[in-house]
């Protein structure tokens, strides 16, 4: 059908993406297949290829300062929603993409933190 295309092409874009960012030490572990199952688990539960991926290099960038040792195993990283923890990160572009998309509609995802009129937490 063509949703499983789609999303076969969402789980290929984000596990290109990630094997080339992971330091081969922290790859080898881990079969490609599994690491494929555990991606297609967070598109499951309403993750996007682009926000795994932006949080893949945030987590890379900031852990190779340590040494590759410190760069988590790509299953366990992504099976156990770790990657989540590295959203915070993301560029200033999909910040203001995802200020534009909640502008235009009011759509806003759990997953992207307090929704902007959420934020303030002003006095009641």
């Known amino acids: 059908s063509e949703s499983r295309r789609e999303a076969n092409a969402s789980v290929e874009t984000a596990f290109d ?28 539960l309403g ?3 682009e926000e795994i991926i932006a949080a893949g290099r945030a987590h890379v960038a900031e852990r190779l300062k340590s040494g590759p040792g410190y ?27 995802r200020q534009a998309i909640f502008e235009h509609d009011g759509t806003w995802r759990p997953e992207w933190g307090p929704a902007p009129s959420q934020a303030q937490g002003g006095q009641s």
């Open 47 to 49: 993750a996007t290829p």
């Open 17 to 44: 993406a990630l094997w080339g960012l992971w330091p081969a030490e922290a790859r080898k572990r881990h079969p490609q297949q599994k690491v494929r199952d555990a991606i297609e688990g967070q598109l499951k």
């Open 71 to 97: 760069v988590k195993g790509l299953v366990p990283w992504l099976a156990q929603g770790l990657w989540r923890n590295w959203l915070e990160a993301v560029d200033d572009t999909e910040l203001r993409r």
